[in-house]
């Protein structure tokens, strides 16, 4: 650290100068040492949104971006702003590592969601439908209508959305309904009196939620390309229809959003039951945003207000849809393959292609895959494989998100309706996922498969496949340890590894975690795995001690979700103090500050944003020479390490490791989909040197490994 060469007023000349070996260490506790959890997560949903602006991305693609920022931002008011807002109703105020208090945080967030939903709006209006309008894509408002599409409206709208909609005029027997979380709705200003002679000034229209929200116009009421019209659209031009007779002022749509989060108590006594009564209430919560077409009157807005209990920082006035996740039907309305991503086959990895029968792959060498660039498929294979072969004695599985119509649940079903024994591990606890998988424990209990819900008070996020076969005369285990869930569709979108295995060790440390998970009796002794919440906290901890005893020759890498747990920020912290080089490649949350001289110099954050949502986890430690790296279930946050049941596991075959390594390399030499973390919590994008190529991880892992 230097020193500031500037003496204080009145200095002698011969002062004795203050060493830097004086000067006491930052301290890496202190909270201005750590940025925002809140805050963190806005940054990252802003990262995606500028993915809306990238030409490198197809156009489509680019809309769709936009589309997920919305959605981003639904579930982090439904949770993270509907949670704070919890703490101040019950007086259960939390403070975070960086000391920011709630309110002063809820007025933070106003601010920042504000701005970036404005510049959403600004994208969507100025930069993204006009470049497709460009590509004969148009988004047709009222204002633009001709006769001929106006008539065709008229008829859609009798024919389609008048036997379905529901107004409801507002009078002391029609008090303001209760409206679902999240749904399209419009406020009309009557004037007159009805067929009762009642005399109102306003009703509420909701938009049919079974109605499609974006609707193709026929090609023949067009001059060509691709017109598309609002749902909100044609109801707002017909509202008179709703209501004959009546003179109808203004018409003007909104959205709530509420309060989604599920509270469960911890003894419960039957959860599934719990959690059924329990999913009816997330739809009607207390509300925590107000979304309203921008030009709304002043006094309607004022009215929805009070009706929601909510304050002038919760609303939210914008310049178009109040829900752009609607756009994410163009995708599928308009066949232009030439604004998306060109398509692409994940490939099977020789060493499998090789072998019928997938066990004896794994036997020869362990199976590392990398999706969606490698294949899911051989995921798959291995349950269907061990369904149907007689070998086979036993399946355990743990399912956290699986999908409705899921190849991996049928090849459980399969196996269990072939008398082998079928146990499945279900988190029914899974955010949004809750009625779905409540319907999945019930056909497999169905099938004959046994159905566990894993330990009350901790969500079982671990993924985990068992399989134990019979082999020359004796029992031998395969193990499939994964970062991420157990989802087809997630694995063509997603990053995340899969180990295949037949490790002895590593298959009698599975066997242990489900015998706790399913059973009752003390933690057992694991050889190879790190597991929460037992072992996984405090190994990381001592692995980054390690590191940090190695001083500047220690290397650290970690590639994962979100990092907001205080006791692995200041190791981190401890170890870069230690001249340890530490890398992090954090997709979203990062609490730690990075760069701060004397703390965290030593420390590099980056975000990787692009075409996959970046979700592999990746625990790296150099170990002078000797290293060691992990996969992992788990991100380095409190709810991961400390309240779930989650895996780190050991990939230990060096070929494989070697792999890992020139994976984490490609990320971290990546120049235009990659954002540094400043020190101040912003981040900064990375742009090629002059002279240099454009290095996009994603778009050379993908060229690498669908060419093996």
Not at 256 to 277: F, K
Request: hydrophobic fraction near 40%; include cysteine.
């Amino acid at each position: 650290m230097t020193t500031n060469s500037v003496k204080p007023k009145g200095e002698a000349e011969d002062a004795t100068p203050i060493l830097p070996e004086l000067i006491p260490p930052l301290d890496p506790a202190a909270r201005e040492h750590y940025l925002n959890r809140e805050l963190s997560h806005i940054e990252f949903n802003y990262r995606v949104l500028q993915q809306a602006l990238d030409e490198h991305h197809p156009l489509i693609n680019r809309l769709i971006f936009c589309c997920i920022f919305s959605s981003n931002m639904d579930e982090f008011f439904e949770i993270r702003v509907a949670g704070l807002r919890q703490q101040i109703k019950y007086g259960r105020e939390s403070v975070g590592p960086d000391g920011m208090l709630t309110e002063q945080l809820l007025n933070e967030i106003s601010k920042v969601a504000h701005n970036y939903i404005n510049a959403q709006y600004d994208i969507l209006n100025n930069v993204l439908i006009p470049a497709m309008e460009k590509e004969n894509i148009r988004f047709v408002r009222r204002r633009e209508w001709t006769a001929e599409q106006a008539d065709w409206v008229r008829r859609y709208f009798e024919a389609e959305i008048l036997p379905v909609v529901n107004p409801i005029g507002l009078d002391p027997s029609h008090p303001f309904p209760r409206l679902v979380n999240k749904s399209l709705n419009f406020i009309v200003e009557l004037d007159g009196k009805d067929a009762f002679g009642r005399e109102t000034g306003m009703a509420i229209v909701p938009a049919p939620r079974s109605l499609p929200r974006l609707v193709r116009m026929p090609d023949d009421v067009c001059a060509g390309g691709d017109n598309l019209v609002f749902l909100s659209s044609m109801i707002h031009a017909h509202t008179d229809e709703l209501f004959p007779g009546m003179e109808i002022k203004g018409c003007y749509q909104f959205r709530l959003t509420r309060n989604a989060d599920l509270e469960l108590e911890d003894d419960l006594e039957d959860l599934a039951s719990a959690l059924r009564g329990e999913l009816l209430s997330r739809r009607f919560g207390d509300g925590v945003r107000l979304e309203v077409a921008d030009n709304c009157p002043d006094e309607l807005i004022q009215f929805l207000l009070r009706k929601f209990g909510l304050a002038e920082r919760d609303l939210y006035r914008v310049n178009g849809p109040v829900n752009l996740t609607r756009l994410l039907a163009v995708d599928g309305l308009v066949d232009r393959p030439d604004l998306t991503y060109p398509g692409f086959s994940p490939v099977v990895p020789k060493n499998i292609r090789n072998k019928e029968i997938i066990f004896d792959a794994i036997r020869q060498q362990p199976i590392l895959l990398l999706h969606p660039y490698q294949s899911f498929t051989p995921v798959i294979d291995f349950l269907r494989q061990a369904a149907k072969d007689p070998q086979v004695l036993a399946i355990r599985q743990t399912l956290y998100r699986t999908g409705a119509d899921s190849e991996i649940v049928e090849a459980l079903m399969d196996a269990a309706r072939r008398n082998k024994e079928v146990t499945a591990v279900i988190e029914l606890r899974a955010r949004f996922d809750e009625a779905e998988n409540l319907e999945l424990a019930s056909r497999l209990q169905e099938a004959g498969v046994i159905v566990v819900y894993g330990v009350v008070g901790y969500k079982t996020h671990a993924k985990m496949i068992l399989i134990v076969r019979r082999e020359e005369g004796r029992l031998k285990r395969y193990v499939h340890l994964g970062t991420g869930n157990y989802h087809a569709g997630n694995a063509r979108l997603y990053t995340d590894y899969s180990l295949l295995s037949c490790d002895d060790a590593l298959g009698d440390d599975v066997n242990k975690l489900f015998q706790q998970l399913t059973g009752m009796g003390k933690a057992l002794k694991i050889k190879k795995l790190f597991h929460a919440p037992f072992t996984l906290h405090a190994r990381l901890l001592e692995l980054i001690d390690r590191e940090a005893g190695h001083g500047d020759k220690g290397e650290i890498i970690f590639k994962i979700n979100a990092m907001t747990d205080p006791d692995v920020m200041q190791a981190l912290y401890r170890a870069s103090q230690a001249g340890v080089k530490i890398q992090l490649i954090i997709r979203g949350i990062c609490c730690l500050r990075p760069g701060i001289e004397g703390l965290s110099e030593n420390i590099h954050v980056r975000s990787i944003i692009g075409r996959f949502l970046e979700h592999t986890r990746v625990y790296y430690f150099g170990n002078n020479g000797k290293r060691e790296v992990f996969g992992s279930s788990a991100d380095a946050m409190v709810r991961n390490l400390v309240n779930r049941v989650e895996v780190a596991f050991p990939v230990e075959d060096p070929e494989l490791a070697n792999r890992v390594r020139e994976d984490l390399d490609a990320y971290l030499a990546d120049n235009c989909q990659s954002w540094v973390l400043q020190p101040d919590g912003s981040y900064l994008q990375n742009q090629p040197a002059p002279g240099d190529e454009r290095f996009a991880s994603q778009a050379v892992l993908l060229a690498r490994l669908t060419n093996t």
